[in-house]
């Protein structure tokens, strides 16, 4: 069973940052695209980012680009999201999730459909206020 957790959430000021951290137990991630997405008090989940297996190709949502970045240390078997000059509206539980093996092809992965990502993180809160 692949299990993801994610770390790094917290209470942060508005232009401020944080870096998420995305890890697995009991297998590597080498071989998993991984998407990160949100969900907003009272909002539906959406996809924010997600990183390609093979060679590591980043994709964002256009309301994210320029302040996240993801990046994968497969050394470390972790995905990160890092997050600059936050806002209030970032606030949301966020989520990392991987679709099975092989599911988009290596250097391919996308986060409109949250129904391709089998598997999921529990969450970690990102709060953002003064």
């Known amino acids: 069973q692949v299990q993801l957790v994610e770390s790094g959430g917290g209470l942060v000021q508005p232009g401020g940052s944080l870096r998420l951290s995305c890890t697995a137990s009991?297998?590597?991630?080498?071989?998993?695209?991984i998407g990160w997405f949100r969900q907003a008090p009272g909002k539906e989940r959406e996809g924010v980012s997600c990183i390609s297996y093979e060679d590591g190709t980043p994709y964002y949502a256009e309301f994210v680009k320029g302040r996240f970045t993801i990046s994968r240390d497969n050394a470390k078997n972790t995905v990160y999201l890092q997050i600059n000059s936050l806002k209030p509206e970032d606030t949301a539980v966020y989520y990392c999730a991987a679709p099975e093996v092989g599911y988009y092809s290596g250097n391919y992965c996308d986060f409109e459909y949250e129904s391709e990502y089998a598997y999921w993180g529990q969450g970690t809160q990102v709060t953002v206020s003064s």
């Open positions: 009991r297998f590597t991630l080498d071989n998993y695209a």
